[in-house]
């Protein structure tokens, strides 16, 4: 490792004592500290200096070498920040007797320590770490004294060893702590041996950073051990694009690009070297199909748990007077008349053990989840108070959504409790508290906005529901599919194994609504130029890409003008990048609706600042915060280090009453929300949504795409772009349909409970009689 030994003297450094720790966060191994300078290569002249990056445990009075580069903070000044360290050894042979036989080498005294580094000279340390068989020159050392030394060397450099050597291909601080936790000492020979099994046991270690040192280390470009990695890499990668599984031929073409190595590698090699993972059972190949095993066992999974479901029968069934009796009750208490898909789909939820209920927006799924509850709770004689069950856990009914916005949606519009599928499962950050041992309490589940629930959180989700437990799914299929890899939603209706009701019948038009109609046009594709005239609930603002920030910003000072509230005033836009893209427009928002003021604090995270007063949405779930992936909130208070106990700068974030602390390294969790991306605004309404559409943002102009983002608006919507870029958009259908076999598992595994069914399966409903 002389490479690295070099590598490591061109750098900047500073050698010095440390004096105190300032802060130390053990969870992350992130420290602040303060250290006294004995030397330097940096330009810097005073005696101290504070010190601060992802180590951890470092002992005050002794001295280590730090490698960083100087950072200047606002209030504190110049701060080292640090990328590798390592323990200063001493280079003298008596500065190094006295290192080896001090506190930190346990049974090892003057006498031993003399004849090590006798022998071994200066460099006794680094010649242990990297070969402990050197002891063995020394004559006389006996074997235990040999092991203790080597144990302790580990122990007091093993993990500086890695950071040093990781440090070197640019691999940080984190990363090393990382794979220091899962390799300990091992980490730099399983490196320099197969860097490629950092890929399979490292999360978010890339097959890049793998190849670059593979490279340097010489391993060749036909190693099975980079073919393995290449063939793991196009597996995750393709989860991206949302796929379970690739095609076997997919994956080895893909691999081959990636390998880079088309004339030394055959596709048959590549095949051969799939079949080996699958054997070792880090892939699985079926029937010419290639998963990652976390995909093909979620598959697995969901499909037999929703088999057990469906087998386990409902008691009895209630008689069709009895519930025509009970729902025209309820429609008398509701003042409504419900309509014949309406009527079916309450009836048919009330029968099957797990149903789908879909339609677009305004055809009453609300209504009917309603309807659902009532019904059920008459024909079983049931409260609908949870307030009359002596505990939570009696309460029949479980109501639930992928996000908090949803759920929350969910629960205003049922008048019911109603929570995030992660808290009702009780997702910690690492696992599930409810699982096939721990299963829910409950006889209904209603899962609305289920289009965004992917496989491996449906796989969860139905783990936990017992044998006799009514599931009801409720989503828009025309919706965009699950951010996470899967299309639930739409493989459990084109198996056509699972009753499901689709509502048609817009009632919220009756009410005079452009933007339902329009949703609906673009749905059934019907939409032309007369679908987009102005009207009271909706205008289109024609402008170019240029103009677009303007059109904007008008439409909000309009707004402002006219008294209503910016904060019911979304903007929803495709991608992040672009003159019109959601980075521009928020930078632009913010100057208008949160401009810079001496009173308002302000913190940067590299080129954007976030200040008191601004909009921002949260990118990650944060169970333990109770925050989840597209919650939005507003920055309430920025506390400088010296205003709080953990003398840390902090960012307090106020969701929904709820206020969350965030420390720096926690910063990358959220972004401004003035405009967000349609993705994230999925399982979302708002009053007013503007959403820019230019044909710069090309391939993301999709039909599902825009249609998620007009449903978003509850009461005004406002276009502005170009109409050619409009009409494209919703033309083009998503092509790219998901790898997932689902629908053939639900085929196979659904076929013999079905064919039992099919019997007295008879769909009658009073319309029939009319
Ligand atoms: N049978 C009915 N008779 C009269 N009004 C109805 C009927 N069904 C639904 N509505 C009304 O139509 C409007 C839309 O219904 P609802 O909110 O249930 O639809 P939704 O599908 O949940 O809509 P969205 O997805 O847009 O929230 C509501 O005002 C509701 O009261």
Redesign the pocket.
């Known amino acids: 490792m002389e490479f690295v030994r070099e590598a490591m003297e061109e750098r900047k450094f500073i050698k010095g004592k440390l004096l105190y720790t300032i802060f130390q966060n053990d969870a992350e191994h992130f420290s602040i500290a303060k250290i006294s300078v004995e030397e330097t290569n940096e330009d810097f002249k005073e005696k101290q200096v504070v010190v601060k990056g992802h180590f951890a445990n470092l002992q005050e009075h002794t001295t280590y070498y730090f490698y960083g580069d100087f950072e200047k903070h606002a209030k504190f000044g110049l701060q080292y920040k640090v990328h590798a360290f390592k323990t200063y050894i001493p280079d003298t042979k008596d500065g190094l007797i006295a290192y080896l036989s001090s506190d930190l080498f346990y049974g090892i005294g003057e006498k031993t320590a003399s004849r090590v580094v006798g022998y071994l000279g200066e460099s006794a340390i680094s010649k242990i770490l990297n070969d402990p068989d050197c002891l063995n020159e020394i004559p006389g050392l006996k074997k235990e004294t040999k092991e203790r030394l080597v144990k302790s060397v580990h122990e007091n450099q093993g993990f500086e060893h890695v950071v040093i050597n990781l440090s070197t291909y640019n691999i940080g601080l984190k990363m090393a702590q990382k794979v220091y936790e899962v390799y300990k000492e091992e980490a730099i020979d399983i490196l320099t041996d197969d860097p490629y099994r950092y890929v399979f046991d490292i999360e978010g270690f890339g097959f890049k950073t793998a190849d670059e040192i593979a490279k340097q280390n010489g391993l060749s470009l036909t190693h099975p051990n980079r073919i393995g990695a290449g063939c793991i890499y196009v597996l995750q990668t393709s989860i991206q694009d949302g796929h379970v599984y690739l095609p076997l031929d997919q994956c080895v073409y893909q691999v081959i690009d990636l390998l880079n190595a088309r004339n030394e590698l055959s596709e048959s090699v590549i095949a051969e070297r799939l079949e080996e993972l699958n054997t070792e059972k880090k892939v699985i190949v079926k029937e010419g199909n290639v998963y990652l095993p976390s995909l093909y066992y979620a598959e697995d999974g969901f499909s037999s748990h929703l088999k057990r479901v469906i087998d386990h029968k409902l008691e009895e069934e209630t008689p069709l007077a009895e519930v025509m009796k009970i729902i025209g009750d309820i429609e008398e208490q509701e003042v ?4 014949k898909e ?1 009527f079916n789909a309450i009836n048919q939820a009330i029968h099957s053990k797990v149903m789908i209920l879909t ?11 309603k309807g659902i509850i009532n019904a059920y709770a008459r024909v079983h004689g049931l409260s609908l108070n949870p307030k009359d069950y002596d505990k939570k856990a009696d309460f029949p009914f479980i109501l639930t959504a992928p996000t908090g916005r949803a759920a929350k949606r969910l629960s205003e ?1 049922t008048a019911l409790p109603a929570v995030t599928i992660h808290r009702l499962l009780g997702w910690n950050g690492n696992e599930f508290d409810k699982d096939e041992n721990e299963k829910l309490d409950g006889k209904f589940i209603i899962v609305d906005e289920f289009s965004m629930v992917d496989i491996w959180l449906a796989n969860h989700l139905f783990k936990a529901i017992p044998d006799d437990m009514q599931v009801l799914f409720v989503g ?1 299929e025309d919706q965009l599919p699950s951010v996470g890899p899967g299309q639930v939603l739409s493989d459990l209706l084109s198996s056509g194994f699972i009753p499901s009701t689709t ?1 048609n019948e817009v ?2 038009q ?2 005079g609504s452009k933007i ?1 109609q329009l949703a609906h046009e673009i749905k059934n594709d019907t939409c032309t130029m007369d679908s987009i005239t102005n009207d009271k609930d909706f205008s289109f603002i024609s402008c170019h890409e240029y103009q677009m920030i303007d059109c904007i910003i008008q439409i909000f000072d309009r707004a402002k003008k006219k008294g209503l509230n910016v904060k019911d005033i979304q903007v929803l836009a495709p991608m992040y990048r672009s003159q019109a893209g959601i980075t521009m427009i928020n930078r632009e928002l913010q100057q208008l609706i949160n401009p810079k003021t001496k009173q308002k604090r302000e913190v940067r995270v590299n080129d954007v600042v976030y200040r008191v007063g601004d909009k921002v949405i949260q990118l990650v779930n944060q169970p333990e915060d109770g925050v989840y992936n597209g919650d939005i909130g507003e920055i309430v208070a920025i506390f400088r280090e010296d205003e709080n106990q953990e003398n840390v700068e902090q960012v307090v974030i106020s969701f929904d009453e709820k206020d969350v602390v965030y420390v720096r390294k926690d910063y990358i969790n959220f972004t401004h929300a003035y405009c967000i991306s349609i993705h994230k605004s999925q399982g979302s ?1 708002f009053p007013i949504v503007i959403m820019p559409v230019v044909s710069t943002y090309n391939r993301m102009l999709r039909k599902n795409l825009l249609y998620t983002a007009i ?1 978003r608006s509850k009461e005004s919507l406002i276009i502005c772009g170009e109409k050619p870029a409009f009409f494209k958009g919703i033309g083009t259908m998503d092509t790219n349909r998901r790898h997932t076999t689902l629908e053939e598992r639900l085929k196979e595994i659904l076929v013999d409970v079905l064919k039992t069914e099919e019997v007295d399966e008879e769909e009658i409903s009073p319309y029939d009689f009319m």
């Not at 409504?336 to 309509?339: P, V």
């Not at 339609?359 to 989840?369: A, C, F, L, R």
């Open positions: 409504l008349s419900y309509g309406q339609g677009g927006p305004g055809t009453g799924k609300t209504t009917v989840i519009s828009d509502l009632y919220r009756k009410e339902i309404e449903t």
